[in-house]
């Protein structure tokens, strides 16, 4: 454990009874509400396991995005996006750590694909720094928390430089949610 972890563990311990309002979270917004789902796994870790320490945040690990595979996309399936959000930050509403909207060029995207500068992949502020992947970083002494990783296929492209931040992506895509996946890795400090 680092030392900087180290000093962070009271504050950690002192929030663990602190958690998100999941009942918040992004994913159950009315406007990206679908009937159609469609699987989305990682070669990297399983639904419910372990998020591996190279694919968090700094002081864990590296801060690359971990690869991504989905089932068949809906026909029509122009732009998909990808949520990912902390269900158990201490905050009132789950943490939205990356949004990134791309093309659907395969079914699905290598590791460190969602790196700074990607080529063909925009990406929403979060208020987590400029636009890229931001791995697991619970805060030490918190306990365990749940990352959830949303995939939505959307039937037309988007402008995701007229987002300018997190809480308008659900305004920006009622209505063409074609179908969506969902994954969940678990990280602890």
Not at 11 to 39: I, Q, V, W, Y
Request: a negative charge; hydrophobic letters at 40%.
């Amino acid at each position: 454990m680092h030392p900087i972890e180290v000093l962070l563990i009271p504050l950690g311990k002192a929030f663990r009874n602190r958690r998100a309002d999941e009942t918040r979270s992004m994913s159950l917004a009315p406007e990206l509400a679908t009937n159609h789902h469609f699987a989305l796994t990682s070669p990297d870790f399983r639904d419910g396991e372990e998020i591996p320490a190279k694919y968090c945040g700094p002081l864990i690990g590296a801060n690359i995005s971990p690869a991504f595979a989905w089932s068949a996309l809906p026909a029509g399936t122009v732009t998909v996006v990808l949520v990912m959000e902390d269900l158990d930050s201490p905050g009132a509403a789950p943490g939205i750590h990356t949004i990134a909207g791309f093309a659907p060029a395969n079914d699905g995207l290598p590791e460190n694909a969602l790196a700074a500068g990607a080529p063909g992949i925009s990406f929403v502020p979060t208020g987590r720094g400029p636009g890229r992947y931001v791995g697991p970083r619970p805060l030490p002494g918190h306990g365990p928390h749940r990352y959830r990783f949303h995939l939505y296929a959307l039937e037309r492209s988007v402008d995701f430089s007229r987002i300018s931040h997190a809480e308008e992506l659900p305004a920006a895509l009622n209505g063409h949610v074609l179908a969506s996946g969902v994954l969940t890795g678990t990280r602890e400090s």
